[in-house]
């Protein structure tokens, strides 16, 4: 099954930008959706966006829609989360996930990576 490896974060001054990646392998990458999620440390993880399996439908959510903009290139087995505009309180443990359909709800993703730590400075 398709293993997940996340990459990009750091830390960043507030109003930067950062990319973050999940490289996928040992799959088929373009059988499934991806998501982005994070989990701040006392809260619950959160849905970020998610995009179909052929980058046709991407969804948002809203607190962080025309921020953050998530991409994948199949070629590459690559799914990208761009963060733009970051905040104090966009600092989190970001995770990448795969599920088969995109969806706002975690429970559908059954792949996850390890994730990637984002820390902004104010």
């Known amino acids: 099954q398709v293993q997940l490896v996340e990459s990009g974060g750091g830390l960043v001054q507030a109003g930067g930008s950062l990319r973050l990646s999940c490289a996928a392998s040992g799959g088929t990458f373009n059988s499934y959706a991806m998501g982005w999620f994070r989990q701040a440390p006392g809260k619950e993880r959160e849905f970020i966006a998610t995009?179909?399996?052929?980058?046709?439908?991407?969804y948002y959510a809203d607190s962080l829609k025309g921020r953050f903009t998530i991409s994948r290139d199949n070629a590459k087995n690559t799914v990208y989360l761009q963060m733009n505009s970051l905040k104090p309180e966009d600092t989190a443990l970001y995770y990448c996930?795969?599920?088969?359909?995109?969806?706002?709800?975690?429970?559908?993703?059954?792949?996850w990576g390890q994730g990637t730590q984002v820390t902004v400075s104010s």
């Open positions: 995009i179909s399996r052929y980058g046709r439908s991407t």
């Open positions: 996930a795969a599920g088969m359909v995109a969806q706002t709800d975690l429970r559908g993703f059954r792949l």
